[in-house]
Protein backbone atom coordinates (compact mmCIF):
# COMPACT_ATOMS: atom_id res chain seq x y z
CA UNK A 1 0.00 0.00 0.00
CA UNK A 2 1.10 3.69 -0.91
CA UNK A 3 1.04 4.85 2.67
CA UNK A 4 1.51 8.56 1.30
CA UNK A 5 -1.96 7.96 -0.45
CA UNK A 6 -4.46 9.10 1.34
CA UNK A 7 -7.68 7.16 -0.41
CA UNK A 8 -5.89 4.38 0.70
CA UNK A 9 -7.33 5.46 4.65
CA UNK A 10 -10.58 5.19 3.29
CA UNK A 11 -10.29 1.04 2.95
CA UNK A 12 -11.32 -1.85 5.13
CA UNK A 13 -8.57 -3.57 3.01
CA UNK A 14 -7.18 -4.26 -0.57
CA UNK A 15 -8.69 -6.85 -1.90
CA UNK A 16 -7.02 -6.87 -5.28
CA UNK A 17 -3.17 -5.78 -5.83
CA UNK A 18 -1.89 -4.20 -8.73
CA UNK A 19 0.12 -6.54 -9.55
CA UNK A 20 -2.50 -8.98 -9.32
CA UNK A 21 -4.79 -6.97 -11.53
CA UNK A 22 -1.90 -6.61 -13.98
CA UNK A 23 -1.31 -10.08 -14.55
CA UNK A 24 -4.82 -10.85 -14.91
CA UNK A 25 -5.49 -8.43 -17.68
CA UNK A 26 -2.31 -10.55 -19.63
CA UNK A 27 -4.62 -13.70 -18.82
CA UNK A 28 -7.67 -11.92 -20.23
CA UNK A 29 -6.30 -10.64 -22.93
CA UNK A 30 -4.34 -13.63 -24.58
CA UNK A 31 -7.39 -15.85 -23.85
CA UNK A 32 -9.62 -13.13 -25.73
CA UNK A 33 -7.00 -13.14 -28.66
CA UNK A 34 -7.20 -16.60 -28.88
CA UNK A 35 -10.44 -17.14 -28.89
CA UNK A 36 -10.99 -14.23 -31.57
CA UNK A 37 -8.11 -15.31 -33.75
CA UNK A 38 -8.93 -13.99 -38.08
CA UNK A 39 -11.51 -11.48 -36.48
CA UNK A 40 -11.72 -7.75 -35.75
CA UNK A 41 -14.44 -7.68 -32.82
CA UNK A 42 -15.34 -4.60 -31.53
CA UNK A 43 -14.68 -4.04 -28.31
CA UNK A 44 -16.85 -1.73 -25.82
CA UNK A 45 -15.97 0.35 -22.98
CA UNK A 46 -18.81 0.57 -20.35
CA UNK A 47 -18.18 4.40 -18.68
CA UNK A 48 -17.01 5.00 -16.40
CA UNK A 49 -16.05 2.07 -14.44
CA UNK A 50 -14.77 0.25 -16.89
CA UNK A 51 -12.46 2.58 -18.18
CA UNK A 52 -8.99 1.83 -16.30
CA UNK A 53 -9.57 -2.00 -17.06
CA UNK A 54 -10.94 -1.23 -20.71
CA UNK A 55 -7.69 1.11 -21.12
CA UNK A 56 -5.04 -1.94 -20.03
CA UNK A 57 -6.81 -4.65 -21.23
CA UNK A 58 -6.81 -3.41 -25.11
CA UNK A 59 -3.77 -3.31 -25.08
CA UNK A 60 -2.59 -6.78 -23.88
CA UNK A 61 -5.56 -7.63 -26.71
CA UNK A 62 -3.24 -8.68 -29.74
CA UNK A 63 -6.09 -8.47 -32.23
CA UNK A 64 -7.21 -6.03 -34.85
CA UNK A 65 -9.86 -4.82 -33.07
CA UNK A 66 -11.85 -1.41 -32.71
CA UNK A 67 -13.60 0.80 -29.74
CA UNK A 68 -16.68 2.16 -28.94
CA UNK A 69 -17.99 3.45 -25.39
CA UNK A 70 -21.12 3.61 -24.13
CA UNK A 71 -22.05 5.42 -20.59
CA UNK A 72 -24.86 3.74 -18.09
CA UNK A 73 -26.18 4.65 -15.40
CA UNK A 74 -28.52 2.70 -13.17
CA UNK A 75 -30.25 4.63 -10.09
CA UNK A 76 -30.21 3.40 -6.93
CA UNK A 77 -29.24 4.34 -3.19
CA UNK A 78 -25.09 4.77 -2.63
CA UNK A 79 -24.11 1.37 -3.01
CA UNK A 80 -27.36 -0.75 -4.62
CA UNK A 81 -28.61 -0.06 -8.24
CA UNK A 82 -32.50 0.08 -7.95
CA UNK A 83 -32.78 -1.73 -11.30
CA UNK A 84 -33.62 1.51 -13.70
CA UNK A 85 -31.01 1.87 -16.43
CA UNK A 86 -30.65 4.57 -18.69
CA UNK A 87 -28.04 5.30 -21.53
CA UNK A 88 -26.52 8.13 -20.93
CA UNK A 89 -23.93 8.28 -23.68
CA UNK A 90 -24.65 5.88 -26.83
CA UNK A 91 -22.53 4.09 -28.98
CA UNK A 92 -20.88 5.59 -31.95
CA UNK A 93 -21.21 3.09 -34.69
CA UNK A 94 -23.46 0.62 -35.59
CA UNK A 95 -22.35 -3.30 -34.39
CA UNK A 96 -24.64 -4.45 -37.16
CA UNK A 97 -22.43 -7.48 -38.46
CA UNK A 98 -20.16 -7.15 -35.92
CA UNK A 99 -18.26 -9.57 -33.09
CA UNK A 100 -18.89 -7.22 -30.10
CA UNK A 101 -17.16 -8.03 -26.57
CA UNK A 102 -18.26 -6.30 -23.41
CA UNK A 103 -16.39 -4.85 -20.78
CA UNK A 104 -17.70 -4.01 -17.52
CA UNK A 105 -16.26 -3.20 -14.42
CA UNK A 106 -18.59 -5.69 -12.16
CA UNK A 107 -21.04 -7.60 -12.11
CA UNK A 108 -23.48 -7.34 -8.78
CA UNK A 109 -27.40 -7.92 -9.39
CA UNK A 110 -26.93 -8.19 -12.97
CA UNK A 111 -29.55 -5.70 -14.04
CA UNK A 112 -27.45 -3.22 -15.36
CA UNK A 113 -25.49 -5.52 -17.96
CA UNK A 114 -28.49 -8.17 -18.43
CA UNK A 115 -30.37 -4.71 -19.87
CA UNK A 116 -27.69 -4.08 -21.94
CA UNK A 117 -27.12 -7.49 -23.41
CA UNK A 118 -30.58 -7.44 -24.32
CA UNK A 119 -30.05 -3.52 -25.83
CA UNK A 120 -27.46 -4.70 -28.20
CA UNK A 121 -28.49 -8.06 -29.22
CA UNK A 122 -31.44 -6.36 -30.66
CA UNK A 123 -28.43 -4.30 -32.77
CA UNK A 124 -27.78 -7.28 -34.92
CA UNK A 125 -24.40 -7.98 -33.49
CA UNK A 126 -22.77 -11.47 -35.14
CA UNK A 127 -22.08 -12.60 -31.73
CA UNK A 128 -22.14 -10.54 -28.00
CA UNK A 129 -19.97 -11.92 -25.34
CA UNK A 130 -19.15 -9.72 -22.32
CA UNK A 131 -16.03 -9.41 -20.24
CA UNK A 132 -15.88 -8.21 -16.10
CA UNK A 133 -13.28 -7.62 -14.27
CA UNK A 134 -15.00 -8.68 -11.02
CA UNK A 135 -17.60 -10.61 -10.52
CA UNK A 136 -20.36 -10.59 -7.22
CA UNK A 137 -22.54 -13.62 -7.96
CA UNK A 138 -23.90 -13.86 -4.17
CA UNK A 139 -25.54 -10.69 -5.27
CA UNK A 140 -27.16 -11.79 -8.84
CA UNK A 141 -30.89 -11.04 -9.25
CA UNK A 142 -31.18 -11.64 -12.77
CA UNK A 143 -29.63 -14.72 -14.62
CA UNK A 144 -26.85 -13.61 -16.37
CA UNK A 145 -23.78 -15.63 -18.37
CA UNK A 146 -20.15 -14.16 -18.22
CA UNK A 147 -17.89 -15.11 -21.10
CA UNK A 148 -14.69 -13.70 -18.85
CA UNK A 149 -14.13 -12.67 -15.73
CA UNK A 150 -11.16 -11.42 -13.78
CA UNK A 151 -11.92 -12.31 -10.14
CA UNK A 152 -14.98 -13.52 -7.98
CA UNK A 153 -15.15 -11.44 -5.15
CA UNK A 154 -17.38 -11.07 -1.99
CA UNK A 155 -20.45 -9.18 -1.35
CA UNK A 156 -18.59 -6.24 -0.52
CA UNK A 157 -18.48 -2.76 -1.94
CA UNK A 158 -15.04 -1.96 -3.54
CA UNK A 159 -13.51 0.86 -5.15
CA UNK A 160 -10.01 1.67 -7.35
CA UNK A 161 -8.63 0.59 -10.77
CA UNK A 162 -12.00 2.66 -12.16
CA UNK A 163 -14.48 1.80 -9.70
CA UNK A 164 -15.86 4.58 -7.64
CA UNK A 165 -17.90 5.55 -4.59
CA UNK A 166 -19.80 9.14 -5.37
CA UNK A 167 -17.45 9.19 -8.46
CA UNK A 168 -14.28 9.02 -6.37
CA UNK A 169 -11.72 6.69 -5.79
CA UNK A 170 -11.40 5.93 -9.10
CA UNK A 171 -7.98 6.66 -9.14
CA UNK A 172 -6.29 3.90 -6.90
CA UNK A 173 -4.20 1.64 -8.62
CA UNK A 174 -5.37 -1.04 -5.85
CA UNK A 175 -8.95 -2.70 -5.70
CA UNK A 176 -10.09 -2.26 -2.31
CA UNK A 177 -13.32 -3.08 0.23
CA UNK A 178 -14.30 0.79 1.07
CA UNK A 179 -14.83 0.85 4.88
CA UNK A 180 -18.79 1.31 5.36
CA UNK A 181 -17.85 3.91 7.81
CA UNK A 182 -17.43 6.54 4.73
CA UNK A 183 -20.88 5.25 3.26
CA UNK A 184 -23.14 4.70 6.29
CA UNK A 185 -25.61 7.18 7.31
CA UNK A 186 -26.23 8.32 3.53
P1 LIG B 1 -25.57 -4.44 -11.28
O1 LIG B 1 -26.55 -3.86 -12.24
O2 LIG B 1 -26.16 -4.60 -9.92
O3 LIG B 1 -24.90 -5.70 -11.77
O4 LIG B 1 -24.48 -3.34 -11.02
C1 LIG B 1 -23.48 -3.05 -11.87
C2 LIG B 1 -22.97 -1.66 -11.67
O5 LIG B 1 -23.10 -1.20 -10.30
C3 LIG B 1 -21.50 -1.63 -11.97
O6 LIG B 1 -21.27 -1.33 -13.33
C4 LIG B 1 -20.98 -0.56 -11.04
O7 LIG B 1 -21.09 0.69 -11.66
C5 LIG B 1 -21.92 -0.60 -9.86
N1 LIG B 1 -21.36 -1.41 -8.74
C6 LIG B 1 -21.82 -2.60 -8.29
N2 LIG B 1 -21.07 -3.03 -7.25
C7 LIG B 1 -20.11 -2.10 -7.06
C8 LIG B 1 -19.01 -1.98 -6.14
O8 LIG B 1 -18.74 -2.84 -5.27
N3 LIG B 1 -18.25 -0.86 -6.26
C9 LIG B 1 -18.48 0.10 -7.19
N4 LIG B 1 -19.49 0.04 -8.07
C10 LIG B 1 -20.30 -1.06 -8.01
Given amino acids: MDQNNALYHDLERILVTREEIAQKVRELGQKI???YAGKN?????ILKGACVFFTDLIRETPLPLTTDFMAISSYGSAT????VVRILKDLDHSIAGKDVLVIEDIVDSGITLSFLRDNLKSRGAASLRIATLLDKPEQRKVPLHVDYCGFIIPDAFVVGYGLDYDERYRNLPDIGILDPSV???K
Fill in 41 to 45: PVMIC
Fill in 80 to 83: KTSG
Fill in 33 to 35: ADD
Fill in 183 to 185: YSG
